[in-house]
């Protein structure tokens, strides 16, 4: 599990205890599991699937921005809209 926050200029969009979140980069599209490598990435305008710690899942459509995970255990995604 990791701590995962969406945010874009105007709010927090998503802000929870997530199993992964998948999302298209600059490079193709990647999943972000607990524990992953730190990373900083360009996120495109696509599809962003997240699956809580409860195994609930969503499915957004969000604009571009950057995505940046933590060592800390934790995905930061901040978006145009």
């Known amino acids: 599990m ?7 200029i105007e709010k927090t969009l998503f802000s929870g205890r997530v199993r ?7 490079r193709g599209q990647i999943t972000v599991l607990g524990y992953h490598q730190p990373l900083v ?3 495109i ?8 710690e409860s195994g609930t899942e969503h499915r957004y459509d969000f ?7 933590l060592p800390e255990n934790q995905g930061i995604v901040l978006l145009e809209s």
């Open 20 to 26: 992964r979140i998948t999302l298209l980069t600059d």
């Open 45 to 52: 305008t696509g599809p962003v699937e997240i699956e809580e």
């Open 63 to 69: 604009g571009a921005g950057f995505l940046e995970v």
């Open 41 to 43: 990435s360009t996120v």
């Open 2 to 8: 990791m701590r995962c926050d969406i945010h874009s």
